[in-house]
């Protein structure tokens, strides 16, 4: 994810946050009524870094019941009051800067330069969000009747739903929370159980901080297992938004269908890197680098499969692989470390059989070394086809399976061979065709030139096939946080047959 805009100076912090322990939920801080206590675990150094009642069916409920209350007084507030809390929170971010940082830091694994990028992305999306209100524009029409006038009102869809992943928690929160708030709904978080502070809690104390009215935002930290359906299935919301895995967003898929409820889904990720043959190999290094290892490839948009053409391959391969062994994996808390920790060990073990079952099916490796706890040593795996396991699944892991092209064509087909569609990236020294191929590949983005980590908050962010529906940022988020009432006016008495 990546983020150019300038970013004001940091301002020196106020007290930090605590009380992470509770939950905001329908107006008050309090504890869920679970029997499961949820642990917050640094996945680096093993801490717990809180214990947290969690929330069931019935927190559920009445977050959803208050949120429809307060939710009606949200919307029908002046759009300069909404702006202002939101730029407040903006504000906020940047008193709160560090504190932010160290919470990333801590909670996901993340190294400081992935937490600060993290930051900055959350910063302009919260001000991209700000101009929303004013931006809910509506329409007067034509109509063939005489004396009628027909007038369309943008307006909030009332409650939002919003389910937010681990591995960029506070951005892949954010981008729904705020310009849901923005558009006058409100809304019920459920963040992973992996990341409750960063990926909720934190929210709810900044949106607090920042004058949000209470029960416009509540928070519950829970199993899937537990309140995932009843999150879903609730007769309040009218929007969910999910991001995570293809499986789970197929079944909420299913659920918003079931109750007519509108779903945004971002989902898994196979993201093709094409290095073509007239490609600057310095450049094409640098981004298959950073675009696979970064946050130890735990995002849905990294170099999934790197796929190169033949004539360049061993060249390539080569560079690429002394790139790798000269990145710094360890504490996340090192300003100079490259790659920390996989999430939980869960996913460590995953990503470990991944790559045996790819190594049995015929790849060779080129790189492997012993881990350090739950910080994986990369791999780079050379004489990956297609079929094999780390080529049609997600690895979500510091794993780069390389794939030989005979060609644009044969490169271009590879890529596309494929259930998902989320993002991908070109790598060539003539641009116009770079675009020219990009369109051809079936996904939601595609990048020229750069890495596939790329989230703009005025662009379009979503994919195609079975990486999801719906867009994320700028009037694409707009959109689908509301919806379009058509009224109409009989200014003249209308003559009707009978």
């Known amino acids: 994810m990546k983020g150019t805009s300038t970013i004001p100076a940091t301002q020196p912090s106020p007290t930090r946050y605590t009380g992470f322990d509770s939950m905001p939920i329908a107006g ?79 909670e996901t694994g993340g190294t400081r330069a992935k937490a600060e990028t993290e930051w900055s992305l959350v910063y302009e999306g919260t001000l991209e969000a700000s101009t929303y209100p004013f931006r809910m524009k509506g329409e007067i029409l034509p109509t063939g009747i005489p004396g009628k006038e027909g007038r369309v009102y943008r307006q909030p869809v009332g409650v939002v739903g919003v389910i937010s992943p681990w591995d960029f928690s506070l951005q892949l929160t954010n981008r729904s929370v705020a310009p849901a708030l923005a558009t006058g709904n409100a809304v019920v978080l459920k963040p992973a159980s992996t990341t409750p502070i960063t990926g909720g809690l934190l929210f ?40 995570g895995s293809t499986e ?19 989902l898994g990720g ?62 996340p808390a090192q300003g100079d470390t490259d790659m920390g920790p996989i999430i939980e060990r869960k996913q460590f073990d995953n990503i470990r059989t991944l790559v045996d079952e790819t190594i049995k099916a015929g790849a060779r490796v080129v790189l492997d070394g012993p881990s350090q706890g739950l910080v994986m040593h990369p791999v780079i795996l050379a004489e990956v086809t297609n079929d094999m396991p780390a080529a049609r699944n997600e690895i979500f892991g510091p794993v780069a399976p390389i794939i030989k092209a005979d060609g ?42 750069d890495i596939p980590i790329n989230d703009v908050a005025n662009s379009p962010f979503g994919g195609v096939k079975q990486s999801g529906i719906g867009r994320f940022g700028g009037e694409w988020a707009l959109r689908e946080f509301t919806t379009e009432h058509w009224i109409t006016i009989q200014q003249t008495p209308r003559q009707y047959p009978f």
């Open 28 to 106: 008050r801080w309090r504890k869920g009524r679970s029997q499961r206590q949820i642990e917050d675990v640094d996945p680096y150094r093993g801490d717990i870094l809180v214990s947290i009642t969690g929330a069931n069916a019935d927190d559920v409920d009445e977050a959803y019941k208050k949120a429809a209350e307060a939710g009606r007084d949200w919307a029908a507030a002046t759009p300069q009051a909404r702006r202002d809390v939101l730029l407040r929170a903006a504000e906020i971010l940047i008193e709160r800067k560090e504190e932010i940082a160290e919470l990333l830091i801590r």
């Open 248 to 266: 789970v967003g197929r079944h909420i898929g299913e659920l918003c269908g079931k109750y007519l409820k509108r779903a945004a889904l971002e």
């Open 204 to 243: 709810a104390k900044i949106y607090e901080e920042a004058g949000l009215p209470p029960g416009v935002l509540s928070v519950v930290v829970g199993g899937g297992s537990e309140i995932g359906d009843a999150f879903v299935e609730h007769p309040i919301p009218r929007v969910i938004t999910f991001t």
């Open 408 to 449: 644009e064509e044969e490169a271009i087909r590879i890529a596309n061979d494929t259930e998902y569609g989320l993002s991908s990236a070109i790598c060539t020294r003539d641009l116009e065709k770079g675009v020219a191929l990009a369109k051809r590949i079936e996904a939601g983005m595609t990048h020229v030139n």
């Open 270 to 331: 196979n993201t093709p890197f094409i290095v073509l043959e007239d490609a600057d190999q310095d450049l094409a290094v640098n981004v298959a680098v950073f675009g696979k290892f970064l946050n130890a490839g735990q995002i849905c948009m990294a170099i999934n499969r790197i796929i190169v053409d033949k004539k360049i391959h061993d060249e390539f391969l080569e560079r690429f692989t002394e790139r790798v062994k000269a990145l710094k994996w360890g504490d």
